[in-house]
């Protein structure tokens, strides 16, 4: 037992070495394709989804997260047999709502794909009784981290430098301003600190993927941020459909329209969506805003990491030394940092492309085996308290701040 207790490594190392795994292999030439989901009819359902090649990229990435999983759990010293079937039982589920996620009827309300998997992991959760087995080993949150290591691959700083000045300034502004807003607004209402936290970040840098990254910063309960999710999706649905009406309403010009649609909006999806209904080049600006948005994740999640290891004290006595916060510091963000800097800076353009997205569609994967995982957790009549009102309140005003502020830093900046 001493000997296994010398070599343990924490969570967050062990997320960092399996997402430098995946990304190493997938450079040296492994094929991670993605599986095809979409779907319209009974017809298409056959020939797209019920195929020997679709069913080949399942397995694949089957096999692959199942090693990924295992060599975890055996650096964890957790039961590699519960590890691995708590993952089968949680890839199944998954991939059930990934293919409904995929009917076209559905993709036509924009919704992110994993929203299906969150709320049919609920359902599951709710109805029935997890088995201790599986109770025991089931971390949603590793799932999580292991997708925000594979997220730093996408964010590029020749990229970012394309995004242009004009969104990356109108970001800054707005994320600093917005999230400041939110916080102080979350105190007032006396939101639980990490909640308020979370949620701040949802509202002004990028939505769910903020929300995700905030949680494992600060180590955040699943059950809160299974809400601040729920939060952001429904919240995107009135603003995506109201919002490009009210910005002709009050005559936008359509670059104006689309960095607004962009800053505003949090889930990638929705701005799509919304900014196609203005015009080309409406959305071809919101999508720049909200990459800009999004680069900030990377930059808010270290200082959000820093500001909690120095804050929040789990022993009182246990003064915030540069030894106690590296301690507390989650090593995902170093892991997130470095897959960015070696995809911007250390790879050729060509392995880049080729890389880039087969580690996407693993991306994807974790971060819907995530979802799944937060919604076997969660249990449904937390939804009910009557304490939940606060953040919802405290969500719906920094959300109205938020359309403000970029309302105004738009008419400014894009003239």
Known sequence: MESKQKWAISDDWVVVILGFFIITAVILGLQ???????????????????????????????????????????????????????????????????????????????????????????????????????KSVLDSEFYVKIGLVLLGTGIIFNDILQAGALGLIQATIVVVSVWYFS?????????EKDMAIMLSSAVSICGVSAAIATAGAIKGDSKKLSYVISLVLIMAIPMMIFLP??????????????????????????VVASGSLVGEEALKISSIVKFSQNVMLGIAALLISIYWSMTNKAD???????????????????????????????????????????IKGMRTMWFALAFTGIGLETNISDFLNKNRLKPFYAFSIAQFFNIIITLIVVYILFK
């Not at 005559?251 to 649609?261: C, F, K, N, P, Y």
């Open 245 to 270: 009406y009210i910005a002709q309403a009050i005559g936008l010009s359509e670059i104006q329209t689309g960095a607004w649609l962009g800053g505003t909006i949090d889930t990638t999806g929705a």
């Open 32 to 134: 991670l394709s993605s599986p095809s989901y979409t779907w319209a009819n009974l017809n298409e359902f056959t020939n797209n989804i019920l195929t020997g090649g679709n069913f080949g990229k399942i397995a694949m990435q089957f096999i692959v997260g199942l090693i990924v999983i295992l060599i975890g759990g055996a650096i964890a010293n957790k039961p590699l047999f519960n590890v691995g079937a708590t993952f089968a039982v949680i890839f199944f589920i998954t991939q059930f709502a990934l293919i409904f996620a995929g009917n076209s009827a559905l993709k036509s309300l924009n919704l992110e794909a994993v929203i299906f998997s969150l709320i049919i992991g609920m359902l599951i959760g709710n109805i029935f009784t997890l088995p201790d087995w599986m």
């Open 183 to 191: 916080f102080w607004v979350c105190k007032r209402l006396k939101v």
């Open 316 to 358: 009182v006595d246990e003064k915030p030394t540069l030894k106690v916060i590296w301690h507390r510091f989650p090593k995902f963000v170093i892991g997130f940092i470095a897959a960015s800097l070696l995809f911007s800076f250390f790879l050729s353009p060509e392995v880049v492309s080729e890389a880039k997205s087969d």
